[in-house]
């Protein structure tokens, strides 16, 4: 069973900065894809960053230039930097760990809260 731990989340200033890291455990598999999700009340939760080891590390078009994903294959990481944060960036923040097959993992949320 693998397991996500995050961490990072917390309450930032409006044009603050968080970096958000996540790290997996118990595969003996490499993983397809790692990455983060965000979801707000109310919203359906939507993919933000993936990482896809000798592919790409990249953000949705909306929050290039003030987020940025890294990710470390070995290590089974992935971090989230997140600069001029927005009070619309509150929300709860998830990161995911997908297997080739399709399968998919989840942590348990880190809540990134951007509020003066």
């Known amino acids: 069973q693998v397991q996500l731990v995050e961490s990072g989340g917390g309450l930032v200033q409006p044009g603050g900065s968080l970096t958000l890291s996540c790290s997996a455990s118990?595969?003996?598999?490499?993983?397809?894809?790692m990455g983060w999700y965000r979801q707000t009340p109310g919203e359906q939760r939507k993919l933000i960053a993936a990482?896809?080891?000798?592919?790409?590390?990249d953000v949705v078009d909306s929050l290039k230039g003030r987020f940025t994903i890294s990710g470390d294959s070995d290590k089974k990481t992935v971090a989230l930097q997140m600069n001029s944060l927005k009070p619309e960036d509150t929300a709860a923040y998830y990161c995911?760990?997908?297997?080739?097959?399709?399968?998919?993992?989840w942590g348990q949320g880190t809540q990134v809260t951007v509020s003066s």
């Open positions: 995911y760990y997908a297997l080739s097959g399709g399968t998919t993992y």
């Open positions: 118990g595969s003996a598999f490499k993983f397809h894809s």
């Open positions: 990482f896809i080891p000798g592919s790409t590390a």
